[in-house]
């Protein structure tokens, strides 16, 4: 009975890989536009859009699993709250990035 936390070793862990990883792709992709290189930046840009894509997908399946949901007291609510926002903030990213493709 009650919450059972998420194992911080499975899905989080993984995702959290991704996000380390497109923050090197994008920082390649500024770098090499900074350069002048187009093919690197646009390269970095795209790799970048499609590990946001990839943490946006395993975000969903982490939701899909959860065996807890937003009600249950303060772990759902901070648990849906922060990952919920930066998610959102993940997306917008996502988007303003494939528009400057």
Same mark, same amino acid.
């Given at each position: ?12 862990? %993984?995702?959290?890989?991704? %996000? ?21 930046? %646009? ?14 997908? @395993? ?25 919920? @926002?930066?998610? @959102? ?7 303003? %990035?494939?528009?400057?493709?």
């Amino acid at each position: 009975m009650g919450i059972e936390a998420i194992n911080p070793f499975e899905l989080p862990l %993984l995702n959290t890989v991704i %996000l380390l990883s497109s923050g090197a792709t994008v920082t390649y992709a500024h770098h090499a536009l900074i350069k002048g290189d187009r093919g690197g930046a %646009l390269y970095g840009s795209i790799a970048t859009v499609i590990l946001a894509v990839i943490f946006t997908i @395993f975000q969903g399946v982490e939701y899909s699993v959860s065996s807890f949901t937003i009600s249950d007291g303060a772990y759902g609510t901070c648990f849906y709250f922060g990952t919920g @926002f930066h998610g @959102f903030h993940v997306i917008i990213g996502t988007i303003f %990035l494939a528009v400057g493709l």
